[in-house]
């Protein structure tokens, strides 16, 4: 049997056996949430040997290099020595600037990095506590634009994270975990190209930033965001976005609740075989966007998706 090794621990393990649940069996407390090689919440870096990995192409190249792996993508095949991803000496220390509730259940959370951080609108960072909680959240920040680090967290369900997230207060410490690209984005090259968002909860997030970032780029093309929620209360961007469409004629913003969506979706008809659609949200909502999108004409390759995994 492959002897698996973290720290002072020596565990025997059965050949071929996932890497996080031989963690997690073994008493070491590696954070996971998607299971799926996504939210990148599992990395551990390999010291010695080497796991079969699923998903190479889930982790950037530099990071591979590095030794890093996401556990729930790997098997233990030999003897294996890893250490768990560690906030305090691996991740980038922020500090909450600000926080506040848009809408009842949706968290407006904006940190402060230690050192300023690159990235692009879309990507997502994973946010661990001081007690050490992870979890990914995309961005909906703008480089250049603001001078914080934003995320919306849905508080509506119970889960480690957001309960830790609901006693913030300002000045406290996160710290940050790996910047990822995530499927959504904007490219000047879309300037005269229509753009669909389709967005469900705080799948906006990331489309809120991607939507700033085409205006500041002066995108040319009509921009349609639709945004469905619960209810009402809960399309926590109302004000900001009917603020963006009064300045530019060239966004329509539609806000329809989770029992309007049906006919929402079924009025969406296609203008232009240029259009591009990037669409986020629970996996079944994003899969209603795509289907009838499909439906309407729009080949799934103009379709750019991100899907918000529940925990496993």
Partial sequence: MPELRVGDRQLQVAGQSNLLDALLGG??????????????????????GEPLDRRPEALAADKRAQGWRLACQCQVVGDLEVEPFDPQRDGLAARVVALDWPSPQVLRLRLEPARPL???PGQHLVLWTEQGVARPYSLASVPGEDDWLEFHIDCRLPGAFCDAARR???GDGLRLGELRGGALHYDADWQARPLWL???GTGLAPLYGVLREALREQHQGAIRLLHVAHEAAEHYLAD????LAQQHANLQVS???????????AELRLVSRQTLALLCGHPETVESFSRRLYM?????SQMLADVFLPRA
């Fill in 27 to 48: 008493g070491v407390a590696v954070p996971y949430s998607c299971r799926a090689g996504s939210c990148h919440a599992c990395m551990v870096r390999c010291l010695s």
């Fill in 118 to 120: 690159r990235y692009r």
């Fill in 168 to 170: 913030l207060q300002l």
């Fill in 198 to 200: 389709l967005a469900a």
């Fill in 240 to 243: 900001e976005l009917q603020a």
């Fill in 255 to 265: 806000l329809v609740t989770a029992a309007q969506l049906p006919a929402a979706l």
């Fill in 296 to 300: 309407a004409g729009l080949p799934r």
